[in-house]
């Protein structure tokens, strides 16, 4: 069984720079999150996509945008960089259908914005 | 507003004794709290979790309680181990999303 898995590992942008990060879900699943780690803080709720289709959005602009493509990998777009934008991002898959609780992260991309 | 509050930054716990990591939340109408590891360079590893109907779960060596009147949940990790040694992170599931707290970094020593 294949864990979840992201690219980059590591990416550094400048402030107005556009990027999109990668995000394949672990087999079997369907369902992607995405969240912002902010150094020393605890993952911040981006949006989360099911079946190609955005379902639930936490407090994050708009240029803050996602993909889920029928094989159930994802992208995050991140247009208009910022500084504040600096941060580990994390993807979680899980299994929505059968009521599962538990999300299964992948091991981050940390995006530097200078 | 749901929040999910850990007070404690830091905890430190000699090997072979009890870990006891606290969380307290804000909101009632949550469906599950679930525990995270998470080492550096690695994303969050789920550990244990409870749904807001029970008030103890169990799995080996971590026990998970929950006080509802209280909004506070705890963990329990006995007997603690150095492997043990990371950063452990509350969640509340709410509808389909995860609020996280904001950690608890905890150091088992010898």
């Known amino acids: 069984e294949t864990g979840v898995t992201q690219s980059p590992t590591h990416l550094i942008k400048t402030r107005g720079q556009q990027v999109t990060l990668r995000c394949s879900s672990q087999s079997g699943h369907n369902t992607v999150s995405w969240y912002q780690q902010a150094l020393g803080q605890g993952p911040q709720f981006i949006f989360q996509y099911y079946r190609e289709e955005e379902n639930g959005r936490g407090n994050f602009p708009p240029r803050f945008s996602g993909l889920q493509f029928p094989n159930y990998s994802s992208e995050l777009n991140v247009n208009a960089l910022e500084l504040d934008d600096s941060a580990l991002y994390l993807c979680?898959?899980?299994?929505?259908?059968?009521?599962?609780?538990?999300?299964?992260f992948g091991p981050g991309t940390r995006l530097t914005v200078l | 507003d749901q929040q999910v509050k850990q007070n404690s930054p830091s905890l430190s716990v000699q090997e072979g004794r009890i870990s006891i990591l606290n969380c307290d939340y804000t909101n009632s109408m949550f469906d599950y709290f679930l525990w995270y590891k998470k080492y550096p360079a690695e994303g969050p590893t789920f550990l244990i979790s409870?749904?807001?109907?029970?008030d103890k779960n169990e799995d080996g060596r971590f026990t998970v309680f929950l006080n509802k009147s209280a909004k506070h949940l705890s963990l329990h990790i006995v007997p603690s181990q150095p492997g043990d040694s990371a950063v452990y992170f509350c969640a509340e599931k709410f509808t389909d999303k995860l609020i996280f707290g904001t950690g608890t970094r905890l150091q088992v020593f010898p």
């Open positions: 409870i749904s807001s109907i029970k």
């Open positions: 979680a898959s899980s299994l929505r259908d059968r009521g599962r609780n538990e999300q299964f």
